[in-house]
């Protein structure tokens, strides 16, 4: 294959976007691009073009910085770069892609990098790090603490307090703006708030842990010294960015730290796919990249999508242009259709219900797999109304969206026992731990973790603890499992099998259903073995946990074919043939709780466009006219009326097949057929005065 072969099948502005800089001298760096990827354009392999085209041309591939919005993302980018670098690499393509070290998530690079300049920071390099369950647990602890949990007034609770401390570190914004805009009704708690992140923060330091916002904030610090900053941008020679509408405005603090001039750095995204500011993430970074530095970043465009029909995408531009400030982009395609999407009136969410199941089944029967449609929903109750009618008309679906593999309670307690080994500072982990002992409570546990919170060998301390009463055996077992683990004396991942050999007679007191929990933990260390050490398996799988069955709604896997229900966020990055978008009206699409700020709506107003634009053939938007209020079903007597969703304005409507369902068949004199009234009311009344 001739050296720039592998580029033949990319279009015009996806060429431009991979090539970019590559005719500049030896030495050189190209300046700040922004890629403004459409939806459905081939983002994900241009990105992947674009790395391994550096690395054919000489780029060392371990001074590249790649980020991504998971891991998941960037291991699946590696794999593409590893495919595109054979077509001219061959053999040798797996040696330099394996070279690609650095690719992950902001979260995931911090923490190595944090570990690697602890020392130079005054942080202690064995920190662990809190999942946002157990960073609210240990805000409780806190609140418990300084009496807040007492008050005369409600007092916001662990996880409000956890919210509004992490969008104040996100978004870099002041604690009393914060409140003011995004909790109005904790404003009148901010000097006890203050007072609670203080010594929030004072607690983490004192256990040696950080919390995913800490992986940030820690690495914005690090950059704020010129000497810091310098010796780690001085690591990569480029810097690619993927779903930079997504990050917040820390994220693009440390990014402007690490490229203040924009030398060799190329961030990717979509403005009207940015729908996560309730991370703190905000679209103003994508919007204001290009004036961010001097000269202004370069701007590539890609709005040819390869995934949806014409009629399709003309809808879905429609919606987006109305937004009130955007990067221009319509995107087109080659794919010609006839159809142009439905907006579907039914009566009420039962009619939605079965109007879905009645297409969908219509679908699949002429060679639509179910696994190929997909309904998406602004909020995870929306979906309840399609849920029972789905089990009872016995079709199968997977709802995303619910537990999560690493909050399963059995799951909790064997990753408590390694990150207790791993740092017996970290209280949270202890405090969960010692209560598996029999006859060790809240208050025996905390009395113990204070013992050695104020020894430097916490586990010398630990030993010499007399054994709680009825605890028996089980604490000398505790004791020596906790130090052969911490000692790694078995090596790892032999350890996390002795954590569990050690748990497994708690598991099975604790829990009737024990063999099903079993299974799970056998899981995990099958996981564990992917990973070269602990403290590389608890880093990461905190910071991007695997889904498990139990976020899945049903047991799909009993069928060969499932249904796929999803809330809109879930759903960004997939695609499917054929899609149904619930309950498209004011209150739901804008939610009620997003109406309050101009950002706010326009937020909501790109969630739909998203939704549109994951459907390839056919897209369904539904609007019941009918909506029982909270607590009534279609029984009760109170309901409300809803209109049409303020992002369909009437002059949209041409981009759309407009239905109402169910449709009455006509009787054949064009009066409504006689046979269909029981008894004619009418002819009653009259007779009443004949």
């Keep these: 294959m001739s050296a720039a072969a592998y580029l033949d099948k990319l279009n015009d502005a996806q060429r431009r976007a991979v090539e970019y800089g590559s005719n500049l001298p030896d030495g050189s760096t190209a300046g700040p691009l922004l890629v403004i990827a459409g939806a459905g354009s081939g983002k994900t392999n241009t990105l992947a073009h674009r790395v391994a085209h550096l690395i054919v041309n000489g780029a060392d591939p371990r001074r590249i910085l790649l980020m991504t919005f998971s891991r998941r993302a960037a291991s699946e980018m590696a794999h593409r770069v590893e495919r595109i670098c054979a077509k001219v690499l061959g053999a040798n393509a797996g040696i330099m892609t394996d070279a690609l070290t650095w690719a992950g998530t902001f979260h995931g690079i911090g923490a190595r990098l944090l570990r690697d300049y602890a020392d130079q920071i005054g942080l202690n390099p064995d920190f662990t790090i809190h999942d946002r369950e157990d960073s609210a647990d240990l805000m409780n602890l806190i609140r418990h603490e300084l009496g807040f949990s007492k008050t005369e007034s409600r007092f916001p609770t662990k996880g409000t307090c956890l919210s509004i401390y992490s969008r104040a570190v996100n978004a870099e914004e002041p604690l009393d703006q914060v409140l003011k805009t995004f909790f109005p009704w904790c404003a009148g708690w901010e000097k006890e708030l203050r007072e609670l992140f203080a010594s929030y923060v004072e607690a983490k330091q004192a256990q040696n842990v950080l919390d995913y916002d800490d992986l940030l904030l820690y690495w914005a610090t690090t950059v704020s010294d010129p000497v810091l900053a310098d010796d780690i941008a001085g690591r990569w020679d480029h810097v690619l960015v993927d779903e930079y509408q997504d990050t917040n405005r820390l994220q693009a603090s440390i990014l402007?730290?690490?490229?203040?001039?924009?030398?060799?750095?190329?961030?990717?995204?979509?403005?009207?796919?940015?729908?996560?500011?309730?991370?703190?993430?905000?679209?103003?970074?994508?919007?204001?990249?290009?004036?961010?530095?001097?000269?202004?970043?370069?701007?590539?465009?890609?709005?040819?999508?390869?995934?949806?029909?014409?009629p399709i995408l003309a809808a879905a531009n429609g919606v987006i242009d109305l937004a009130r400030e955007r990067f221009t982009k319509n995107l087109w395609t080659e794919r010609e259709a006839a159809d142009r999407p439905a907006l579907v009136t039914v009566r009420d969410e039962a009619d939605q219900a079965r109007y879905i199941v009645e297409q969908v089944l219509e679908r699949r029967e002429t060679g639509t797999p179910l696994k190929q449609q997909a309904v998406l929903f602004r909020t995870?109750?929306?979906?309840?109304?399609?849920?029972?009618?789905?089990?009872?008309?016995?079709?199968?679906?997977?709802?995303?969206?619910?537990?999560?593999?690493?909050?399963?309670?059995?799951?909790?307690?064997?990753?408590?026992?390694?990150?207790?080994?791993?740092?017996?500072?970290?209280?949270?982990?202890?405090?969960?731990?010692?209560?598996?002992?029999?006859?060790?409570?809240?208050?025996?546990?905390?009395?113990?973790?204070?013992?050695m919170a104020d020894n430097p060998e916490p586990l010398f301390a630990l030993a010499e603890v007399p054994p709680p009463p009825r605890s028996g055996e089980d604490w000398p077992a505790l004791i020596e499992m906790l130090r052969r683990v911490h000692a790694g004396a078995t090596g790892w991942p032999a350890e996390i099998a002795e954590a569990r050999a050690w748990y497994e007679p708690h598991l099975d007191r604790i829990h009737e259903d024990a063999d099903t929990r079993q299974a799970d933990l056998l899981q995990l260390e099958q996981i564990a073995a992917g990973y070269p050490s602990r403290e590389r398996f608890l880093t990461e799988l905190t910071l991007d946990p695997p889904d498990a069955t139990s976020d899945q709604s049903g047991v799909p896997l009993l069928d060969e074919d499932y249904l796929i229900l999803s809330t809109i966020h879930s759903s960004k990055g997939q695609e499917w043939k054929s899609v149904f978008v619930l309950n498209c009206v004011d209150g739901c699409i804008p939610s009620d709780l997003g109406t309050g700020t101009t950002a706010e709506i326009e937020e909501e107003r790109r969630l739909l466009y998203v939704a549109m634009t994951r459907a390839k053939d056919r897209l369904h938007l539904v609007t019941p006219q009918r909506f029982f209020t909270h607590g009534q079903n279609a029984k009760g007597d109170r309901h409300v009326y809803a209109s049409r969703t303020r992002f369909l304005p009437a002059t949209l409507l041409q981009f759309f097949e407009c239905l109402t369902w169910p449709v009455a068949a006509p009787a054949a004199d064009g009066q409504r057929s006689r046979r269909d009234i029981r008894i004619d009311a009418g002819a009653r009344m009259r007779g009443m005065w004949r």
């Design 380 to 451: 995870s109750h929306h979906s309840g109304p399609l849920e029972v009618e789905l089990t009872r008309r016995n079709v199968p679906f997977v709802k995303f969206g619910g537990l999560k593999f690493l909050d399963a309670a059995h799951v909790k307690d064997l990753l408590a026992i390694l990150r207790f080994a791993q740092n017996p500072r970290d209280r949270v982990a202890g405090f969960r731990l010692m209560q598996l002992v029999p006859g060790v409570g809240p208050q025996t546990a905390g009395r113990i973790l204070d013992v």
């Design 256 to 310: 402007m730290a690490l490229r203040p001039g924009g030398g060799g750095l190329t961030v990717v995204g979509d403005d009207a796919q940015s729908i996560y500011s309730f991370r703190a993430a905000t679209v103003r970074n994508i919007l204001d990249f290009p004036s961010a530095f001097t000269p202004a970043a370069d701007i590539i465009t890609l709005d040819r999508n390869y995934r949806s029909t014409q």
